[in-house]
């Protein structure tokens, strides 16, 4: 199966490389809008064209190492270029929503980096303004990897007959005190609409969701969230008010439960869990890129319980942010929908929403 996998994505690559390549502006040249000029720049299927960011020294030094011609200090200056036909915004989450409507208005194509928005609010206007035009979500990012394919078609064989539960939990230990803080924006509700669950919840539920079809639809949430242990809280910068640790159970039409947790700064061993479970086997799984990586399908056979690998191997982490862009590059050309749209997006966002609220009030909430 991983044969074939690499074949498709070969192909896939081709397709873009032989396409008239799509003329490309990044908005933010701090260090994701960086990641993404250098995957640009590997795809012959996309030309860098124009970067833009406040910071004057930030834009420059972007477009002088990655090659662009234009720069700009305002956003708006870029959208109205018409030599740009797609934009990646890659900056945080509270100016990504207004510059999103802005080029939809201008008649750019739009990658926005994760998490989508602010709140769902802000996704539905996006959807509302989007019109014919492409619009692509950066929590997709660990779906273009050759072992998210495997599992994907695996599921959708039925393999696992009724899906019972989906389940995530993702730890991440404390380690010695950083040299250099991270940055202010990344644990500040008020620039990226929160923390863990903002930064990485989004990538475990487009994951969770993605592959198992989007077929599991969210009912109602129990949550709870926690601040990063006041013993611990000279690892971030000061004034940051978003949770570190998170967990939830999402109950779904037809009884299917998903249960997320994930954590950072935590005063406890690194923890990675994924299983899918149904009523005819499970599969144990990892969503990131590993060394070794093994996913594995456990069914009960006359003799017992039998387990065996469905996919094995090592993955490369640059497909991640490559697939990403090849991805909406194709998208554009083909007029066809990206990995994750904004309506899938919108579902994610419902979710990340919906646990904040029960966190707040301690009780379950609708999605």
Wanted: with cysteine.
């Amino acid at each position: 199966m991983s044969e074939q996998l690499v074949i498709d994505i070969n192909q896939l690559r081709i397709k873009v490389n032989e396409m008239d390549p799509v003329r490309l502006g990044v908005v933010g040249c701090g260090v994701i809008g960086k990641v993404h000029l250098a995957a640009a720049n590997e795809i012959s299927g996309i030309e860098s064209v124009a970067v833009a960011d406040i910071r004057e020294d930030a834009a420059r030094e972007a477009a002088e190492r990655f090659s662009v011609s234009q720069v700009y200090l305002d956003a708006q200056e870029l959208f109205e270029n018409p030599e740009v036909e797609a934009v990646i915004l890659a900056l945080p989450a509270h100016a990504r929503t207004e510059l999103a409507l802005k080029a939809f208005d201008r008649g750019k194509h739009v990658l926005i980096e994760k998490p989508v928005a602010m709140n769902a609010g802000e996704v539905e206007a996006m959807i509302e303004a989007i019109g014919d035009l492409v619009g692509a979500c950066c929590s997709s990012r660990f779906r273009f990897l050759p072992s998210a394919d495997a599992v994907t078609e695996f599921i959708a064989g039925g393999s696992l007959g009724s899906i019972r539960v989906v389940r995530c939990r993702a730890m991440g230990p404390a380690g010695p005190k950083p040299d250099k803080m991270p940055p202010v924006w990344r644990l500040m509700r008020s620039l990226n609409s929160g923390g863990i669950l903002a930064n990485w919840g989004c990538y475990d539920l487009d994951y969770l969701l993605g592959i198992t079809g989007w077929s599991l639809k969210p009912l109602t949430v129990l949550a709870r969230t926690w601040p990063i242990s006041p013993q611990l809280s000279h690892r971030i910068p000061p004034g940051s008010d978003a949770e570190t640790h998170y967990s939830a159970l999402v109950l779904c039409e037809g009884g299917t439960a998903l249960s997320i947790e994930r954590g950072e700064y935590m005063a406890a061993q690194k923890d990675q869990q994924w299983k899918i479970v149904g009523d005819r086997g499970s599969l144990e799984l990892t969503m990131v890129n590993a060394p070794g990586k093994r996913i594995v399908h456990e069914h009960v056979t006359d003799e017992g319980l039998k387990s065996e690998a469905i996919w094995e191997g090592d993955e490369d982490a640059a497909v991640i942010n490559r697939g990403l862009l090849e991805d909406f590059a194709l998208s554009i050309r083909e007029s066809r929908q990206p990995k994750t749209n904004l309506e899938q997006a919108l579902v994610v966002q419902r979710i990340t929403d919906a646990v904040y609220e029960s966190s707040r009030l301690g009780n379950a909430v609708v999605v």
